[in-house]
Structures are given as structure tokens and as C-alpha cells.
Nanobody, 126 residues
Framework: VQLQASGGGSVQAGGSLKLSCAAS???????????LGWFRRAPGKEREFVAG????????GYADSVKGRFAISRDNAKNTVYLQMDSLKPEDTAVYYC?????????????????WGQGTQVTVSS
């Protein structure tokens, strides 16, 4: 399975970006049955959970630092997960990675991720 992330870029604080991650390859249908999510790694920091969505789409979760500003969604027909990021702050600067969990629910733990996307850079300037 290949995960292609897009939508990253450079914005000023208070701006918005929308990330997309599309799956392709032989087993993309399994993506629609698995939890999906976004993680990020800021310079000098460990990779951390940002947002997750379970396979039905009704169950979502967010890191405290992004609650109320970020929104995750998915389109199972397109094997795609999205992350709408509003009111961006300089501390949101990081490489963002989409992830497929090992089960139908999203995961907040790195070891429970089955597939990773290649990452997309988000830079927020003050």
C-alpha cells in the first residue's frame, strides 16, 4: 500500500491548510476498513499523534494541542483521509504523516500504525 500525502506548504499564523492522503496499490480496499490518522514530527521532537478517525467515520480523536482547530475526515470511496487545519500556529510547524492503523479504530500509538505516508511539510510563520 502506498500513501501519498499532499497539501502541505507555508502559511502565516492564523492561516489554514488542508492535507490529503490518498492510498493506492494492491490492497487499498483494506484502508476503508481501518482506522486512519495523522501524526507529525516537529524539529527536534518525537513523532506525535495529531488526529484520528475510525473506519465508520463517526469516531474521531485529537491531540489537546489541536482540538477546536483541526478536523479530520475520510472518504472511503476514494481511499482518502483529510486534515483541515485552521488557526495555524508556529508550533504546528512539522512534517505531517498520514497513517493506517492495524485495526478498525484509530490509534494514537506509533507501534499500532500499519502503514505510513511519506510526509508533507507544514511551516507556519509568525
Amino acid at each position: 500500500v502506498q500513501l501519498q500525502a499532499s497539501g502541505g506548504g507555508s502559511v502565516q499564523a492564523g492561516g489554514s491548510l488542508k492535507l490529503s492522503c490518498a492510498a493506492s496499490g494492491r490492497f487499498t480496499r483494506i484502508i476503508s476498513n481501518n482506522g486512519l490518522g495523522w501524526f507529525r514530527r516537529a524539529p527536534g521532537k518525537e513523532r506525535e499523534f495529531v488526529a484520528g478517525i475510525s473506519w465508520r467515520g463517526g469516531d474521531t480523536g485529537y491531540a489537546d494541542s489541536v482540538k477546536g482547530r483541526f478536523a479530520i475526515s475520510r472518504d472511503n470511496a476514494k481511499n482518502t483521509v483529510y486534515l483541515q487545519m485552521d488557526s495555524l500556529k508556529p508550533e504546528d510547524t512539522a512534517v505531517y504523516y498520514c497513517a493506517v492503523s492495524r485495526s478498525s479504530v484509530y490509534t494514537t500509538r506509533l507501534e499500532n500504525v500499519n502503514y505510513w505516508g511519506q510526509g508533507t511539510q507544514v511551516t507556519v510563520s509568525s
